[in-house]
């Protein structure tokens, strides 16, 4: 058995509109748009012109500064329009889908425990899946050359109304096990899966074939406990100079079917959730869906603020807008530009607080109805332990954003910058009185160490 871990720092926000145990498979949309914008650093090259057919699995471009890497059509039909911004950078790829039923580019059928780790990563880098595994520190697509520490998978997720992974991989346990074979053969004896510890996991070590024992570990605790950051951190540190790559459950399927399947089926379930859901649930869908097909009709009247991802990490997005790659859940809350009467004066019951400035700590299990209201803005950056309460790292989260603001990479190196990411730090900038960005302030002192490091 693999490391047994619980984490007490940390915190579990709990939101009304958690989506039931109810799946649903919606139709192609009219439209699909692939988005480079979703592949962090990736200078796209055009494979494909407008009007030209493509299958489903088909490379539509590829990266400029490694060109084995490229991004496949997740449908097949009739390239409709390519929408560029300023400086004629590419935004989206829209396809138009074929209504009679997709078409594929076809591999042979193959079980990638017979294969060699050269014929994996070729066949990965043909089918359009390498871009799933990515890399820490940096949080881009891994490079197919490099040789990674470890790869890491978070069978679980805590984020606020994330949905239930467990669930989701009940669906197509053949292809996560087939995808968990295909990733073992690229770090032999370094594959490590982690999972919900206490009684509340419905997947055990039986589930995982061909793992060692010693490379299944539990974690129990409060968000962010499912964060693959975190995770890594108390497994194998990430030094300088050291990779290490991971990959989402959900994109360990789609590998799967590349090898079981032989072909880029680019489906995923996606949870809508949150409190402006009339009934929050699971969709399966295509990646690149137009989120209409998932939203409209089934969302409550007002101001709304929608979400691709968590309300910690997530970005904001719209009806009009398309699935992003990585994408495995929808939030929807109110859009709270309203005034607030008398503010913090209230009493305040029904507001969420993890100190006791208001009484509705006395009820640790209840559920709220959160908007976007962030109750103030930008103020000085005060040291007040809030940061160490959520933050369950050995790291000390103010010294190292005050190393970033100064720009000292020695010193930032010394506070762990490599194992670090935005999301990590979500939790900190959730709870911060003074309404700094944090993940702002992550996100480019890890662009600066890259750059200048």
Same mark, same amino acid.
């Given at each position: ?11 579990? @926000? ?16 009219? *439209? ?78 193959? %079980? ?71 990733? /073992? ?6 594959? /490590? ?33 499912? =964060?693959?950051?975190?995770?890594? /951190? /108390? ?11 991971? *990959? ?5 399927? @789609? ?54 991802? =968590? ?38 019951? =029904? ?36 940061? %160490?309460?959520?933050?369950?790292? %050995? ?12 720009? %000292? ?28 960005? *944090? ?15």
């Amino acid at each position: 058995m693999g490391k047994a871990i619980k984490l007490r720092r940390g915190y579990d @926000i709990n939101l009304v509109g958690k989506a039931g145990y109810v799946l649903t498979s919606l139709p192609v949309s009219d *439209v699909i748009a692939v988005k480079p914008a979703d592949f962090k650093l990736v200078v796209p090259k055009l494979l494909v012109e407008v009007g030209q057919e493509v299958l489903a699995g088909q490379p539509v471009f590829y990266d400029k500064s490694n060109q084995a890497i490229k991004v496949a059509s997740p449908v097949s039909g009739e390239v409709a329009e390519v929408v560029r911004g300023e400086k004629r950078r590419i935004l989206e790829i829209r396809i138009i889908p074929d209504r009679a039923g997709l078409r594929y580019v076809s591999y042979p059928q193959v %079980d990638p425990v017979g294969l060699s780790r050269e014929a994996i990563v070729e066949r990965l880098l043909e089918g359009g899946c390498w871009n799933y595994i990515r890399q820490r520190p940096y949080t881009l697509i891994a490079t197919p050359e490099d040789t990674p520490k470890g790869i890491f998978i978070s069978c679980f997720d805590t984020a606020p109304l994330a949905p239930d992974i467990e669930y989701i991989l009940d669906q197509e346990k053949e292809n996560f096990q087939a995808g968990l074979d295909a990733l /073992h053969k690229l770090a032999p004896g370094r594959l /490590h899966v982690s999972l919900r510890g206490g009684a509340d996991s419905r997947i055990n070590e039986a589930d995982l074939a061909d793992i060692p024992s010693e490379n299944i570990h539990y974690f129990q605790g409060p968000h962010p406990a499912g =964060n693959v950051g975190v995770q890594i /951190h /108390h497994l194998s540190p990430i030094r300088k100079d050291e990779v290490v790559w991971y *990959v989402q459950p959900q994109d360990v399927v @789609i590998m799967g079917r590349l090898f079981r399947e032989g072909r880029y089926r680019a489906e995923r379930i996606v949870a809508l959730t949150g409190s402006c859901v009339k009934e929050p649930q699971y969709y399966r869908v295509l990646t690149g869906q137009k989120l209409g097909t998932l939203l409209d009709g089934r969302l409550a009247e007002g101001k709304l603020r929608i979400v691709q991802g =968590n309300i910690l990490t997530g970005v904001t997005s719209s009806s009009e807008d398309f699935l992003s790659h990585y994408c495995n859940q929808l939030t929807v809350v109110p859009e709270g530009d309203e005034p607030e009467f008398l503010g913090w004066l209230l009493p305040g019951v =029904n507001k969420l607080s993890l100190s006791r400035t208001y009484f509705s700590w006395l009820f640790p299990k209840r559920s709220y109805q959160l908007d976007t209201n962030m109750h103030g803005e930008e103020r000085a950056f005060v040291m007040t332990g809030q940061y %160490d309460q959520v933050l369950p790292m %050995d790291i000390m989260p103010v010294v190292l954003l005050k190393a970033i603001l100064a720009r %000292d990479i020695e010193r930032m190196e010394q506070l762990g910058i490599y194992e670090v990411a935005e999301e990590d730090f979500a939790l900190c900038e959730f709870v911060c009185t003074s309404k700094i960005e *944090v993940q702002r302030i992550i996100s480019e002192g890890l662009e600066y160490v890259r750059t200048e490091g």
